[in-house]
């Protein structure tokens, strides 16, 4: 009994039922009178009539034969198949594979026949082992392409972890005030390539320090509502894998400071890492002090800038610093008023959860932010800016005294929460300003040499001889008095 298919093709039907032999039948255009038919021998499956084709004609196209070809395999018995060993890829590469290298399975030429059987249990069809080292091939390309596909996942998934290990947006703001010292160093013209290296070296620094930061206090991150999903506490990275990420970017930091900049600069990097990760992390579990021991850790990164462009500390470059130290203090203040809860949680010794009330939390901020009112007269004063911009600090400055006021009259979270927000913009405006009103002596040189047998001081005066250089007595200082609120900036009286 035979059926007959949709493509022309007849299946053999044993009495029981079970599939039989398959054989193509070839639909095309009856023979018209006179017209002859040739048949190429030998036959597709063994014991087939073999197919006719009309020889005026090329009955299939090389697409639509290949096509029919492949559909009428897949539509066959699982038996057949096994016999076939062919699988899905191998088919798919055989349909879309071009047919002048079709392995034999069907020619334009009516003399060429379908090649023999090569074996029992096997198709007719030259070149099968091609079709299936196709399969095989198949199966190399989606292995690669998932293999490829498991490379990106794994290469997202580690850099999400490593850009919250290093707190990559706290990093970016150390990395603009170390930028800011750079550029404020550099006098009148500013080096692209140091400052980009300082830039580099610093946020290397910062994100050691920050990752460092975090293997210490894993157990406490995982205690708190704000911290619980960093890589560590969630274990989407092991401990080991983040000290290796912490040495890694910490001595490579470290080491582009010192070969780029210079070694004051690499020194500052490297005590700044230590004092942050061995010194003001411990800290926190311990007293309150911790506070004020992060702004001194904050305020370094423009002293690092600064060195790393003029190669020494002098008084001019304390301006910045100052404004960071005396700014954290009303900005960390804000913050842990506002996530004590959390910081208790943890474990941490924060100023705010020794004071129920409020009051001495707001009175330290206001205090340091009154502060900052001095340090726009400062730098018109040791000539770093202009007179505008001493205008501008003063009034920025009263604007987030002006929060601290509200929070200590108001101790809510809402009033919190503006003082945190002021702070957030002070900042990145003061510096802007800055820079933006900066002044750079072109005719200023630096102090070549001191001679301190003699107390002589030798400086050099832009004269009409350039050659000529003034020698003057030093004049030593009576005393160095620390003008109130500003303990580290001295102001040495000299007499007359």
Not at 303 to 311: F, I, P, S, V, Y
Not at 367 to 387: E, H, K
């Amino acid at each position: 009994m035979e059926v007959q298919s949709r493509i022309g093709s007849t299946r053999s039907l044993d009495p029981d039922g079970r599939g039989g032999q398959l054989r193509f039948l070839l639909k095309g255009p009856l023979l018209h009178e006179g017209q002859t038919r040739r048949c190429s021998p030998p036959s597709l499956l063994p014991g087939d009539s073999p197919p006719c084709w009309p020889e005026s004609e090329t009955m299939w196209r090389r697409g639509n034969s290949l096509s029919r070809f492949t559909h009428l395999t897949t539509s066959s018995s699982s038996k057949f198949n096994s016999h076939l060993n062919l699988q899905p890829n191998s088919l798919r590469l055989l349909q879309i594979s071009d047919v002048d290298h079709g392995y034999g399975l069907f020619s334009r030429s009516t003399s060429t026949t379908v090649g023999p059987s090569s074996g029992p249990g096997k198709l007719g069809i030259a070149g099968l082992d091609r079709v299936r080292a196709m399969g095989s091939t198949a199966d190399i390309v989606d292995a690669t392409t998932l293999g490829a596909r498991e490379i990106v996942d794994m290469a997202r998934h580690y850099g999400r972890c490593y850009w919250e290990l290093s707190k990559a947006k706290l990093s970016m703001l150390v990395v603009a005030t170390s930028g800011a010292g750079y550029v404020l160093g550099s006098g009148s013209t500013v080096d692209l390539a140091g400052l980009c290296y300082t830039c580099a070296g610093t946020m290397m620094v910062a994100a050691s320090a920050n990752t460092l930061n975090q293997v210490f206090e894993v157990k406490n991150d995982a205690l708190m509502n704000r911290t619980m999903r960093r890589p560590l506490p969630s274990g989407r990275l092991s401990i080991p894998h983040a000290v290796v990420w912490a040495a890694s970017s910490g001595l490579a930091g470290t080491a582009l400071l010192a070969t780029q900049a210079n070694l004051l600069a690499a020194g500052l990097g490297a005590s700044n890492l230590f004092l942050y990760a061995f010194v003001y992390t411990p800290l926190k579990q311990i007293h309150p002090v911790n506070t004020w021991v992060g702004a001194v850790v904050g305020a370094i990164p423009p002293l690092l800038g600064w060195a790393a462009a003029c190669g020494e500390i002098t008084l001019n470059g304390w301006i910045l610093p100052a404004a960071l130290y005396f700014w954290q203090i009303p900005h960390f203040m804000a913050l842990a008023y506002l996530c004590r809860d959390d910081y208790a949680a943890g474990g941490f010794k924060m100023f705010s959860l020794a004071d129920p009330s409020g009051k001495r939390t707001a009175l330290v901020a206001l205090r340091n932010c009154i502060y900052l009112i001095p340090l726009g007269y400062l730098a018109y004063d040791w000539g770093i800016t202009s007179g505008w911009f001493c205008l501008e600090s003063t009034l920025l400055a009263l604007a987030i005294s002006g929060t601290a006021v509200s929070f200590l009259m108001n101790r809510t979270k809402t009033s919190a929460r503006r003082m945190f927000h002021a702070s957030l913009l002070y900042l990145p405006v003061f510096m802007s300003g800055l820079m933006f009103h900066r002044i750079h002596d072109e005719n200023r040189q630096p102090i070549m040499t001191e001679n301190t047998e003699d107390k002589t001081v030798i400086s050099h005066i832009k004269q009409d001889n350039p050659d000529k250089v003034k020698h003057t007595k030093s004049r030593p200082p009576v005393a160095y008095a620390s003008v109130a609120p500003f303990p580290f900036l001295p102001a040495p009286i000299y007499s007359s």
